[in-house]
Nanobody
Framework: QVRLVESGGGLVQAGGSLKLSCTAS????????MDWFRQAPGKEREFVAR????????SYEDSVKGRFTISRDNAKNTVYLQMNSLKPEDTAVYLC???????????WGQGTQVTVSS
């Protein structure tokens, strides 16, 4: 069983920065990918960023490219999302997801609120 816990959300002014963390607990944590998603009120959950756990390759949703950076610390079972130049439209609950290969399924955290004021 894998448990994911996000932290680091908060209220920030437009143009500011936040760094989110998502830490996993479990005996052996070796996902295929770790993803960040976000969901704003009344909107669909949308993909934000992905990192392939073993090789570190990353990908981003177009609207966050150049502003957000996903990274991981394998030793700490933690994935990060550094968010710079935040905009009011970035306001959402941010959730992390771990995906496993070989029928291992996927797991979600409970989310952390990010609010960007104009």
């Amino acid at each position: 069983q894998v448990r994911l816990v996000e932290s680091g959300g908060g209220l920030v002014q437009a143009g500011g920065s936040l760094k989110l963390s998502c830490t996993a607990s479990g005996l052996i944590f070796k996902p295929y990918t770790m993803d960040w998603f976000r969901q704003a009120p009344g909107k669909e959950r949308e993909f934000v960023a992905r990192i392939f756990w073993d090789i570190g390759i990353t990908s981003y949703e177009d609207s966050v490219k150049g502003r957000f950076t996903i990274s991981r610390d394998n030793a700490k079972n933690t994935v990060y999302l550094q968010m710079n130049s935040l905009k009011p439209e970035d306001t959402a609950v941010y959730l992390c997801q771990a995906q496993f290969r070989g029928g291992g399924g996927n797991y979600w955290g409970q989310g952390t609120q990010v609010t960007v004021s104009s």
